[in-house]
Antibody
């Protein structure tokens, strides 16, 4: 079955960096776009970024543009989110989620991982 | 761009129907037939319930239905059951620069 498993979260100081990973199984990652979505404690969902199936296109929310970088290694069935210059407001559960349709980064998000918690604190 | 607007809470008794609204603009909900709805139980990951405004993924009960009129989308849950109690989020594709917008979430209470 389709599984997405995030890792790499933890406590990080403001201004520092962190890299999140999302390991995919049960489907061919290389034919799907994948998103990162975050949820601050007690708050709603916020879309963060998406990368096309082949990594040729990346799109970001304004709130993370220039600080976060989404990437993928299809040979390892893994998605990444490099978080630089983190801020207190980046504290959240970070979910990776697959796009519904093959090769279509603008299709809805269907399967989600269980998330990895990032806490930005000094 | 601002998040989509949802009521903070709705409630209903078992067996009743409830409708959750999601209001956006012509740049998101009104401009694309790409509205989806997610159910999230406490401490769990979101689950896709409706996509492309009206479509249900396999395994989602037909008690869940979606619709759209102008800049407002709606999720209707009929025959409410205790396990439907959860947070519900709408989401819309919003084109270049904004890409994806979520609503603020609606807490459904089954009385």
């Amino acid at each position: 079955q389709v599984q997405l498993v995030e890792s790499g979260g933890g406590v990080v100081q403001p201004g520092r960096s962190l890299r999140l990973s999302c390991a995919a199984s049960g489907f061919t990652l290389s034919t799907y776009a994948v998103h990162w979505v975050r949820q601050a404690p007690g708050k709603g969902l916020e879309w963060v970024a998406v990368i096309s199936y082949d990594g040729s296109n990346e799109y970001y929310a304004d709130s993370v543009m220039g600080r976060f970088t989404i990437s993928r290694d299809n040979s390892k069935n893994t998605l990444y989110l490099q978080m630089n210059s983190v801020r207190a407001e980046d504290t959240a559960m970070y979910y990776c989620a697959r796009a519904l349709r093959h090769f279509d980064w603008s299709s809805p998000l269907d399967y989600w991982g269980q998330g990895t918690l990032v806490t930005v604190s000094s | 761009q601002s998040a989509l607007t949802q009521p903070r809470s709705v409630s209903g008794s078992p067996g009743q129907s409830v409708t959750i609204s999601c209001t956006g603009t012509s740049s998101d909900i009104g401009g694309y037939n790409s509205v989806s709805w997610y159910q999230q139980h406490p401490g769990k990951a979101p689950k896709l319930m409706i996509y492309d405004v009206t479509k249900r993924p396999s395994g989602v009960p037909d008690r869940f239905s979606g619709s759209k009129s102008g800049n407002t989308a709606s999720l209707t849950i009929s025959g409410l059951q205790a396990e439907d109690e959860a947070d519900y989020y709408c989401c819309s594709y919003a084109g270049s620069y904004t890409y994806w917008l979520f609503g603020g979430g609606t807490k459904l209470t089954v009385l």
